[in-house]
Every structure is written in structure tokens, then in C-alpha cells.
């Protein structure tokens, strides 16, 4: 077996040893001014506004306007105005991003697909990948960060159709204490709170927290609760090195829902448009049986040092634990079952996976000139190493006459054969990356700006399968790669705040990325797939940006995109035979139209086809022979969103939202979808005085049935129903 590679056996010691000792000299030296950054910070941002001027990562090195790049950013007052709450909640209102489940092998969690393209492990916080599947949370979040195309170069392995950044909440300057109290339909409570101090003229403390609890509306014995806090400090204020350090922490105790179920048959169904069956308030589980609990343990240390106005100089660490246990039903139905009006539950699937994770990122930021050209850069080195463990359950079968319920028909008191978990986990995955890269913004004139940037990485993972009665080890397979992808983009500034651009861009995926995802070929490592090459992802991107009326950013592109060395089943083995191709357009706004009007939304048009399958006959895989030509399972041709508020008189703002989504292909094959669908929110909020406002928000308005999640045909989740809830919030 080969030799275990410790985390600290990498990770740079020496230079984070002496940026600790470069921030005590700062805090120390407080009478050290900070010179003025060349970036924006968050902060900055008017929390009442939409729209933001530049990304919190500081890998782009230009303002918004003059990057070459979709970029969508979904600041705090948009969650707040939307009644936003969770990660998918608050990615509806960004057009081009549909859901995907997750089953034995990908477990249940945020799932997103942007561009034609699963973003599962295309996560990040504050600029570090955020590993480790999880079900997120708003209430720590300054901000969201949606980009979107083909990201290798910013971001490393993946991200073949974008990545999602979270930008948190971190101590800084001030003294304030904010909140939320609310009460809504569907015994809903939740509760937040906000505090900031400075305990020292360059020392601040924070600490955000919440609580929540309802049920699901439209869905029986459905309920969610969970808790989060994230305390944090900083230390250095106002001098010229600083550190910030945090802890994460949040928890979920759901009932866990597979909702309805597709029909599943060799003649690929005889439902009618393939759509799922039953209705949207049954819920085929066990109470006592079924759950789903997540929580997430990170800390995360970041030192910085000014230099001087043009040379920064940054260091952030991170240790994470993230687990997540499950106990679900899997309805099923066949023609038979069907004939007799019944759902089969015998069907369980359970998974306890925990997962354990460093990552170092070393990083500087350049202002400098060359002859005529301006130049902002932006180069570092990053480690991550990361071990997942999946110790699962077993036992919770039901009996014979329970075991089959009416369509449509909750049945969820019924006995059931203990569950317990397994006594050693049935896998240890482990993945460790090494990466360097530079990006460079050069303003060869104050019309012409060129983007670039290049990134080196190499990816290593590796999965030990084990006897989950004796631990004995049984079979092990490891991959070991290296790749490089780059960008390289001309934007021409037409007027000061107008400008054009095209792009090009290159992602890479590795074997190892969905450990155990049997609906993907090539997903998990094994025999087959541990030397296999990388998937290669491509784009070509060419758009406007426009800053205009009262604060308004209109963006409209259009891209190309090609996947090869895509993994596919070619006779018995799994081959880099495969090619999927994406084309298609979007449209963005977000800010104020006038001084008392906001909007956010857009319009995004996808033609996502597979162009080159395999050989497997099994419709549910990803490249099967009958897959060539149809449309890329989870993603939606057509989908728009459209969230505006209206300040009606001072104290009143009223306003709501339109979202727009076509069909969901569910399987590869396109055997199964889900329909297409309209929702409506609407929200008004009076501000009772500086310090206290009452909002209402009402969601799904018309209480449409509709599916927010789907799974390779074997399940769709049905979306919450019509929900109501007022909110007090407050500052002080």
C-alpha cells in the first residue's frame, strides 16, 4: 500500500510561521497606517443596492465592468428582500443554475448544474474550496459570487461549467447589532442575530448566528430545523498587517424526502411524458426511520500585509470537518405496480460520510507599469489535502404488507427492522492537490484591456475500499495528474461605462471529483477509471457590459462550449471517448433603474447536447449509446428570473419576483423530465424607524406544483408549496 502523505508534510510552515510573526508586530505597531488598496472591499458595498463594481475574490483583477468573464453576484439585501435562506433559495434568482439529487454514491446536498455542467465540487469560501458535502445556509453570507463558463485557471480541477463563491461575514470596523425575528405558515421560526464590537482601536470581534424550524409547505411529515453561529476577530485594524480568524459551525436535523418517483421499466415507461408520479403533498418514508443530518465544523485564518499601495501580501489557512448522514426511501413504481396503484418502498438508500480538510492558499497582489502598460496581478500557490470516509447503515426493512402503499398516499407509521451503522466505513478517499498560478489585467491603452491568466495543478486521489464488518481492506486505486488550463480575454472600452468583450477558457476534471456516483461513468475511482486522462472543458465567450441609468448593470453573452476526453462506456471499459457541447446566450440586470427602484434577474438560453456517446444500452448513463443528440440531463433550455422592489412612499417598499424554468430532463436518454413551470413571490416591507422594519414575504404565490430537484429518473423532489412569513428586523 502505498505511503500516506500527511497534510503538514506540504504545507508551507515557514511562511505562514512568519506571517503570524509579521501580525504581531502590526497589532503591536498599531500606530501603522494601512496605505489606501487598490481593491474594493465588500464593505464598501451600500447594502441597499443590488449591484456590486468588483468581485471580493481578489483573483480578478479588474473591476466587474472591465472583466471578460459572466459574473453574477447576489449581494445580502437581494437575499434579505427575497426572503432568501438557503443556498438554492437564494441561487433562484440567477437564471442558467438548475439542481441535482444525490443517492448512494453523491450524497444529498447543495448540488448545483450551471452552463450544462455539474458544480458539485465547485465550491468556495472566500476565495478556498469549500469541501465536503453540504446543505448551506444564507445567514453568514455577505454575499455570493456565480461564475459562470469554464473556470480551471481560476479555480483548479472542475469547474467545468462555473463556480460559486461565498463571500462570509468577517469582524471589521464599527460597532452595530442587527437581527431577525420571524413567524410564518407551516409552523415556521427563525431567528438571527448580528453583533459587532470593536474591543480596541484596531481590534474587532463578530459573532452571527441563527436558528430555524418549519415544516415544508405542500409536503406531509416533511420538516427542516437547523443552527449555525460563525464568531470571528481581527486583529490589526487601521495598520498595515492584519489577521482575521473565524469558526464555522452549522447543523441540520431534516426528515429526509425523495418525493415522487418515475416510472422504471425496460420499456423506459408508459407514463405519459415520462413525468413523475403521485402527488406533491405524499411523502412515501418512515417516520422514526428516515432522516437527514448534516453539520459543518471550519476554521479559517487569514493574514495579510501591506507592503505598500501596489504590493499585497496574503495567507489564508483552513481546517474543516463536514459530515452527512442519511436514512431515505426510494419510492419506485413499475408497469405493475402501476396497473395496481401502488408505490413501492423496499427501496432504501443511507450514507454516513464525514469528511476532513486542509487548504493553504499563499497569494500576492502587483500594481506596476512596463513602459505603457498598466498592469494588476494577481499570483500564488495553493494546497489542499482532503479525506472523506463513508461509514453507512444498514437494517430498516419493513414488512411484507407495508412495504407497498397507494399512490399518492402517505403511509409513515409503520414498524421497521432497526437501523444501525456499519461498524467500519465501506471507503477512505483521500485527494490531495498542489497548484500555482498567475492572472494579469493589462491596460495596453485606457480603451483596451487583456486578461490573462494560467494555472498549474496537480491532482491526486485515491480510494481504499474496505469490509465495512472486518475493516480488512479490499481493493485500492489512485490517480495521480497533472494539468494546466489558462484564460486569455480583450475587453474595449467603448465608453467609460460601457465596454465589449471575448474570452477563451479551459477547465479540467479529473477522475476522483464524485467518488461512488454509478450513474456517472467514470465518476468514482476503480479499476476501470484510475488511469484515465482528465475531462477537458473549452469555451469561446463573447458579451457587452453596460453601466447605465440611475445604477444599473445590463450584461448580455453568448458562449460556446465543448467537453472532450469526455468518460463514457465504449464495450466493457470506460474510455475518454465522449463529447458534450453547450451553446447559448444570457441576459443580466441588477441595481436601480431609478432612486426608488431595484431589479435583479435575467434570461439564460442553453443548447446543451451530448455530441459523441458510447456503447452502454443503460439509458440512465451519462454517454449511452442513445444519448447522442439529445439534451444533457438536469439542465433547463429556457429559464429567467425577475426580482424588482418599489420604494412606494419612504417608510413603504413593496415587490416581488417572477421565476421561469422549461423542462428538466432527469436521464441522459430523456426518457424522464420535469415539466416546466412559473412561480411567483411577493414582499412588502415598512420601515417602522431607523432601527426597525416589518417585512412580509409570500412565496410561490399561486402555490404551483413543481419540482426544484431531480435524479437520473429514479426521483423528483417536489418544490415547497405556497409559504407565508413576516419578518422584524432590526439594527442598532
Request: glycine share 10%; charged share 20%; net charge neutral.
Amino acid at each position: 500500500m502505498a505511503k500516506t502523505t500527511r497534510p503538514w508534510e506540504v504545507f508551507p510552515i515557514k511562511p505562514v510561521v512568519s506571517a503570524i510573526a509579521l501580525v504581531c508586530s502590526g497589532v503591536a505597531g498599531a500606530e501603522e497606517k494601512v496605505p489606501s488598496l487598490p481593491e474594493v472591499k465588500v464593505e464598501a458595498q451600500k447594502e441597499t443596492e443590488y449591484k456590486v463594481e468588483r468581485s471580493a475574490n481578489q483573483k480578478f483583477t479588474a473591476p466587474l465592468l472591465d472583466t471578460p468573464k459572466s459574473i453574477t453576484v447576489i449581494t445580502q439585501q437581494l437575499m434579505k428582500d427575497s426572503g432568501s435562506q438557503t443556498l438554492q433559495e437564494a441561487l433562484r434568482m440567477t437564471p442558467g443554475i438548475t439542481f441535482g439529487g444525490g443517492e448512494g454514491g453523491i450524497a444529498i446536498g447543495d448540488r448545483p448544474f450551471i452552463r450544462g455542467f455539474d458544480t458539485f465540487s465547485s465550491f468556495y469560501v472566500d476565495g478556498l474550496r469549500d469541501l465536503g458535502t453540504q446543505a448551506r445556509e444564507v445567514f453568514a453570507i455577505e454575499q455570493m459570487e456565480v461564475v459562470k463558463g469554464p473556470s480551471g485557471a481560476i479555480d483548479g480541477r472542475g469547474s467545468a461549467g462555473g463556480s460559486i463563491n461565498i463571500v462570509t461575514k468577517q469582524a471589521r470596523a464599527g460597532n452595530f447589532v442587527a437581527g431577525t425575528a420571524g413567524l410564518g405558515t407551516n409552523d415556521y421560526k427563525r431567528g438571527t442575530l448580528d453583533v459587532n464590537r470593536m474591543i480596541h482601536d484596531n481590534i474587532a470581534v463578530r459573532l452571527v448566528g441563527m436558528a430555524h424550524k418549519s415544516d415544508t409547505p405542500g409536503r406531509d411529515f416533511v420538516g427542516v430545523q437547523r443552527w449555525g453561529l460563525m464568531p470571528s476577530i481581527t486583529l490589526g485594524l487601521n495598520t498595515a498587517t492584519t489577521a482575521a480568524f473565524s469558526y464555522y459551525h452549522h447543523e441540520t436535523d431534516d426528515i429526509s424526502d425523495w418525493g415522487n418517483p418515475f416510472l422504471q421499466n425496460a420499456a423506459n415507461g408508459s407514463v405519459p411524458e415520462g413525468k413523475p408520479i403521485g402527488s406533491r403533498s405524499a411523502w412515501y418514508g418512515v417516520r422514526g426511520r428516515d432522516f437527514h443530518r448534516t453539520s459543518a465544523d471550519i476554521g479559517t485564518a487569514k493574514l495579510q500585509h501591506v507592503v505598500n499601495d501596489n504590493f499585497v501580501v496574503r495567507n489564508t489557512t483552513r481546517y474543516g470537518v463536514t459530515t452527512n448522514e442519511f436514512f431515505v426511501t426510494r419510492p419506485g413504481i413499475n408497469d405493475a405496480q402501476l396497473l395496481a396503484g401502488t408505490i413501492n418502498r423496499t427501496n432504501s438508500r443511507n450514507r454516513g460520510t464525514t469528511t476532513d480538510t486542509i487548504a493553504n492558499l499563499t497569494d500576492i497582489s502587483l500594481s506596476f507599469d512596463t513602459w505603457f502598460v498598466k498592469h494588476n496581478v494577481n499570483a500564488g500557490f495553493e494546497f489542499s489535502w482532503e479525506e472523506t470516509q463513508n461509514r453507512a447503515f444498514t437494517g430498516g426493512g419493513l414488512g411484507t404488507g407495508d412495504q407497498n402503499v397507494p399512490i399518492g398516499v402517505s403511509d409513515p407509521f409503520v414498524a421497521f427492522n432497526p437501523v444501525t451503522r456499519n461498524t467500519h466505513p465501506s471507503y477512505v478517499a483521500k485527494a490531495f492537490n498542489k497548484s500555482a498560478y498567475v492572472f494579469d489585467s493589462m491596460y495596453l491603452t485606457e480603451q483596451l484591456i487583456f486578461n490573462g491568466g494560467i494555472r498549474f495543478d496537480n491532482y491526486t486521489a485515491e480510494i481504499q475500499n474496505r469490509n465495512t464488518t472486518t475493516g480488512a481492506n479490499t481493493t485500492h486505486f489512485k490517480n495521480d495528474k497533472s494539468f494546466v488550463n489558462y484564460q486569455a480575454g480583450l475587453v474595449y472600452k467603448v465608453q467609460p461605462n460601457t465596454s465589449v468583450y471575448a474570452t477563451y477558457a479551459t477547465s479540467s476534471s479529473p477522475v476522483g471529483l464524485s467518488m461512488g456516483d454509478f450513474n456517472y461513468a467514470g465518476g468514482g475511482l476503480d479499476a476501470q477509471t484510475q488511469h484515465l486522462k482528465p475531462e477537458s472543458t473549452r469555451t469561446f465567450e463573447g458579451g457587452i457590459k453596460w453601466n447605465t441609468l440611475q445604477d444599473l448593470s445590463v450584461t448580455l453573452a453568448g458562449f460556446h462550449t465543448v467537453k472532450t476526453n469526455a468518460r463514457v462506456n465504449v464495450g466493457p471499459a470506460i474510455e475518454n471517448a465522449g463529447e458534450a457541447e453547450v451553446n447559448g446566450f444570457e441576459l443580466g440586470l441588477a441595481g436601480k433603474i431609478t432612486e426608488k427602484w431595484n431589479v435583479f434577474g435575467g434570461y439564460t438560453f442553453l443548447d446543451a447536447r451530448q455530441t459523441k456517446a458510447g456503447t452502454n444500452p443503460d439509458p440512465n448513463q451519462v454517454g449511452a449509446a442513445d444519448t447522442k443528440g439529445k439534451q444533457l440531463h438536469g439542465i433547463a433550455a429556457h429559464s429567467a428570473s425577475l426580482w424588482s422592489t418599489y420604494r412606494v412612499f419612504p417608510r413603504l417598499t413593496v415587490g416581488g419576483g417572477t421565476f421561469y424554468m422549461s423542462r428538466v430532463y432527469s436521464d441522459p436518454s430523456n426518457n424522464g423530465h420535469v415539466p416546466g413551470w412559473v412561480r411567483f413571490d411577493i414582499m412588502a416591507k415598512y420601515n417602522i424607524n431607523q432601527r426597525l422594519d416589518l417585512q412580509l414575504n409570500v412565496q410561490n404565490l399561486t402555490d404551483r406544483r413543481y419540482y426544484n430537484t431531480t435524479y437520473f429518473r429514479h426521483y423528483a423532489v417536489p418544490a415547497a408549496g405556497r409559504f407565508a412569513f413576516m419578518t422584524l428586523n432590526f439594527k442598532f
